[in-house]
């Protein structure tokens, strides 16, 4: 079993930041890769960037240049660092635990809200 915790979300600006953050617990599952998710009301989960233990990354169309995600091994901590926000990046942001950056487990954290104002 695999526990992750989100937290970072809240309410901003458009044109402000927010840092995510996504922990997870000590498991006999081989996580190798944590992956931000986000959805919005009506719309279906997207992936918006991933990383694995080696350092590869993997973002989305709409968040090159705006985010950036990184990890602390050692903490067993991946941020998502959000800048630039706009209101269409409103939604419910969860972290997923995964074997890469291409193959991914069911597991989720609860996620947490981020709402952007205009």
């Known amino acids: 079993q695999v526990q992750l915790v989100e937290s970072g979300g809240g309410l901003v600006q458009a044109g402000g930041s927010l840092r995510l953050s996504c922990t997870h617990s000590?498991?006999?599952?081989?996580?190798?890769?944590i992956g931000w998710y986000r959805q919005a009301p009506g719309k279906q989960r997207e992936q918006v960037a991933a990383i694995a233990n080696n350092g590869n990354t993997k973002y989305a169309e709409f968040a090159k240049g705006r985010f950036t995600i990184s990890r602390d091994n050692a903490e067993n901590t991946v941020s998502l660092q959000m800048n630039s926000l706009k209101p269409e990046d409103t939604a419910v942001y969860y972290c997923r635990a995964g074997l890469s950056i291409r193959v991914w487990a069911d597991y989720w954290g609860q996620g947490t809200q981020v709402t952007v104002s205009s």
């Open positions: 000590e498991s006999t599952f081989n996580i190798n890769a």
